[in-house]
């Protein structure tokens, strides 16, 4: 807790910054990943999986959410969590893993529009999504979510904004997903 209330105030523990951005750097996890200096930090973290979140708007208290902004999570010992895991296949599970996204917005009406694209981050396969749907509170949003999927640990980086904002972010959240290291 002491780390987030530092960052709030400004101080970068992180890395070496550039004008505009801080960089975060998780050794144990191998995450390096630029932000918005003007963004808040905050990580969460249980048995099943490790939480980073990069927002606009401030989260203090578990009911606080977040408009604009990207999460990192990170879970652990997928093939126990997900039934969709297939340790020896991970395109497979990168392919079902953004599927699943997919299906439960149909399942619940929400999905607008939807596109995927295989790239690479940071020599490393990923799939990146673009979703845009109705949210559970009734607004339209977009999002790009990365999934990734190394040594039984899924990566999902979901960023989003609303859907008439997401142009105004494409641009930052491809820059950082180009300069980000999430293994």
């Not at 619940?108 to 559970?136: P, W």
């Amino acid at each position: 807790m002491a780390v987030v209330l530092l960052l709030f105030s400004g101080i970068n523990l992180f890395g070496q910054d550039e004008p505009g951005f801080r960089t975060f750097v998780n050794e144990e996890y191998n995450i390096k990943i630029n932000y918005p200096a003007n963004w808040y930090y905050k990580e969460e973290h249980n048995e099943v999986l490790n939480a980073f979140y990069f927002t606009k708007e401030l989260i203090v208290k578990e009911t606080d959410i977040y408009k604009t902004g990207f999460c990192i999570m990170r879970i652990k010992n997928a093939d126990k969590n997900y039934r969709y895991v297939l340790k020896d296949d991970p395109d497979a599970t990168r392919r079902m893993f953004a599927e699943m996204t997919r299906q439960v917005l149909i399942k619940k009406n929400q999905l607008i529009h939807d596109k995927y694209e295989a790239i690479r981050v940071a020599g490393k396969d990923a799939i990146l999504c673009e979703f845009s749907f109705i949210n559970d509170f009734g607004e339209e949003e977009t999002e790009f979510e990365l999934v990734m999927f190394e040594n039984n640990t899924l990566l999902s980086l979901i960023m989003e904004a609303p859907v008439n904002e997401f142009d105004n972010y494409r641009g930052l959240y491809r820059r950082i997903i180009s300069e980000a290291v999430l293994f």
